[in-house]
Nanobody, 121 residues
Framework: VQLQASGGGLVQAGDSLRLSCAAS????????RGWFRQAPGKEREFVAA????????NYVDSVKGRFTISRDNAKDTVYLQMNSLKPEDTAVYFC???????????????WGQGTQVTVSS
């Protein structure tokens, strides 16, 4: 499975961004797509995940109500709509694929390259 993340950028607090994660290759066994982020000097943390089979989602508490993960199964692409961005959302965002709707890095066996999101105050 190959994952290509895109959509990062520099925005101001309160702005919105939409990240995309396009998958290719043999994806049939990795039907969960997740987003993680890693700020400088911090551990990579779970942000959101979605099941491509039933649309079930999971979010970290800090983004609930602001971020929305969605899918386009025809394109095998997952999106992360990020609204009301805060400076503490600044991080490199990574997309991942795996077989279970988990919140740990170990739940995901495939990772894309990161895309930088910077939110200025």
């Amino acid at each position: 499975v190959q994952l290509q993340a895109s959509g990062g950028g520099l925005v101001q607090a309160g702005d919105s961004l939409r990240l995309s994660c396009a998958a290719s290759g043999r994806t049939f066994s990795s039907f969960i797509r997740g987003w993680f982020r890693q700020a400088p000097g911090k551990e990579r943390e779970f942000v959101a995940a979605i099941s491509l089979s039933n649309g079930r989602t999971n979010y970290v508490d800090s983004v609930k109500g602001r971020f929305t993960i969605s899918r386009d199964n025809a394109k095998d692409t997952v999106y992360l709509q990020m609204n009301s961005l805060k400076p503490e959302d600044t991080a490199v965002y990574f997309c991942a694929a795996g077989p279970v709707l988990g919140t740990t890095r170990e739940s995901y066996g495939f990772w894309g390259q990161g895309t930088q999101v910077t939110v200025s105050s």
